[in-house]
């Protein structure tokens, strides 16, 4: 990095940022990206950091940062490696969905600029972007997570025996999904069926890609952990806020701390993924369940940040960007941990974002 005074970071949140700007927006991706943008920004701006970004015509710009509007028509990744360009850019953060490798993708694209890259590595984001190949990598090293299998080739279910008989149900995902996306909960082995039935020819479900679980009862638990080459750390522990609606999974928000009496086990747990995933370097998250036995069960690994983020300024006694800072750029671990708790709710959001019904003079998504 240059010899400066002030770091100058380029902070790209995907979906906001311009990612998805000849799409339809994803109204609940757009509405955590934008929170966890300007939380980061906020905490980098108190650090006295220099900033630049874009971020996609139909929704706000983020305020007092210098940000490139992105259209439609635009070719954005283009415009991001002109950005990338500038000397005077030390690093850049980028917060991304690991969905169709577009965080994998984000990384290439700020190695190919000669930047440092704020966040897990290239190696670890492959090996947690793919559900099916983290699982693997855990059971391998004997970390209890929830087994899952492709769906395309348990079909029909009672053909081939598999885990036993899961008396709690049945659950569908996406190998490479984001959040709650096409994540399905089954009472049985007829309804699993049923839905195959349905969806395998139904081109908008990524139906080659849908893995089968069996659903494990239980407390919904995530946390924010940081890490250095060699450290790891867990910083706060969560309750998360998960609903199934008509057989639907949804994401509402999380206690945010409101585990931090699992800790210590949440603690044994990181150290014991990190082991087996070494380049999961500054703040990454992971979400388990909490069984009835006060077991914890791995069900994925998130190599960047996570919603939570949202409120960690709050509750940590140093500014969360400058830990995970030092962390990457030092390899130094913080010390301090999450002193409290607080509710993150998120408003209710279905369908896409309509730039002209819900952005009108764009302030429907200022934050």
């Known amino acids: 990095m240059q010899n400066k005074s002030r770091l100058k970071i380029w902070v790209c949140e995907y979906v906001s940022a311009g990612g998805l700007a000849s799409e339809a927006l994803p109204a609940s991706l757009l509405q955590e990206g934008l929170l966890m943008r300007d939380a980061l920004l906020a905490d980098l701006?108190?650090?006295?950091?220099?900033?630049?970004?874009s971020?996609?015509?139909?929704?706000?710009?983020?305020?007092?940062?210098?940000?490139?509007?992105?259209?439609?028509?635009?070719?954005?990744?283009?415009?991001?490696?002109?950005?990338?360009?500038?000397?005077?850019?030390?690093?850049?953060?980028?917060?991304?969905?690991?969905?169709?490798?577009?965080?994998?993708?984000?990384?290439?694209?700020?190695?190919?600029?000669?930047?440092?890259?704020?966040g897990c590595s290239a190696d670890a984001i492959r090996k947690t972007t793919s559900k099916s190949m983290m699982t693997n990598i855990c059971d391998q090293a004997e970390i209890s997570v929830i087994p899952c299998r492709y769906l395309k080739v348990l079909m029909p279910l009672p053909s081939l025996p598999f885990y036993g008989?899961?008396?709690?149900?049945?659950?569908?995902?996406?190998?490479?999904?984001?959040?709650?996306?096409?994540?399905?909960?089954?009472?049985?082995?007829?309804?699993?069926?049923?839905f195959n039935n349905k969806i395998k020819n139904n081109h908008s479900v990524p139906y080659e890609q849908l893995l089968l679980?069996?659903?494990?009862?239980?407390?919904?638990?995530?946390?924010?952990?940081?890490?250095?080459?060699?450290?790891?750390?867990?910083?706060?522990?969560?309750?998360?806020?998960?609903?199934?609606?008509?057989?639907r999974f949804g994401f509402e928000g999380a206690g945010v701390n409101e585990a931090a009496q699992y800790l210590p086990l949440m603690q044994v747990l990181a150290e014991r993924v990190k082991k087996a995933i070494p380049g999961l370097i500054g703040y990454w998250g992971a979400d388990m369940?909490?069984?009835?036995?006060?077991?914890?069960?791995?069900?994925?690994?998130?190599?960047?940040?996570?919603?939570?983020?949202?409120?960690?300024?709050?509750?940590?006694?140093?500014?969360?960007?400058?830990?995970?800072?030092?962390?990457?750029?030092?390899?130094?671990?913080?010390?301090?941990?999450?002193?409290?708790?607080?509710?993150l709710v998120l408003p209710s959001v279905e369908g896409e974002f309509d730039a002209e019904s819900d952005a009108g003079s764009n302030e429907s998504f200022a934050v």
């Open 213 to 247: 679980q069996p659903y494990i009862a239980g407390q919904a638990l995530s946390m924010s952990v940081l890490s250095t080459k060699d450290q790891v750390k867990v910083i706060a522990g969560h309750q998360q806020r998960i609903t199934i609606n008509q057989g």
């Open 45 to 53: 701006s108190e650090l006295n950091v220099d900033c630049i970004t």
């Open 289 to 343: 369940i909490l069984t009835d036995n006060n077991a914890l069960t791995l069900v994925e690994i998130n190599p960047r940040l996570t919603t939570p983020y949202i409120q960690l300024s709050k509750l940590l006694t140093e500014n969360p960007a400058k830990s995970i800072l030092d962390a990457v750029l030092y390899n130094r671990l913080s010390a301090y941990a999450a002193q409290s708790s607080v509710s």
């Open 165 to 194: 008989d899961s008396t709690a149900g049945w659950v569908v995902k996406p190998d490479d999904g984001a959040g709650c996306e096409f994540t399905y909960y089954f009472k049985n082995d007829s309804e699993v069926n049923e």
């Open 55 to 118: 971020h996609d015509a139909r929704v706000m710009p983020p305020v007092s940062i210098s940000s490139v509007a992105i259209q439609p028509a635009d070719d954005v990744f283009a415009l991001w490696r002109k950005q990338l360009a500038a000397n005077d850019i030390d690093a850049c953060w980028v917060i991304a969905p690991e969905t169709d490798g577009i965080l994998e993708r984000m990384y290439q694209l700020v190695q190919e600029a000669g930047k440092r890259w704020i």
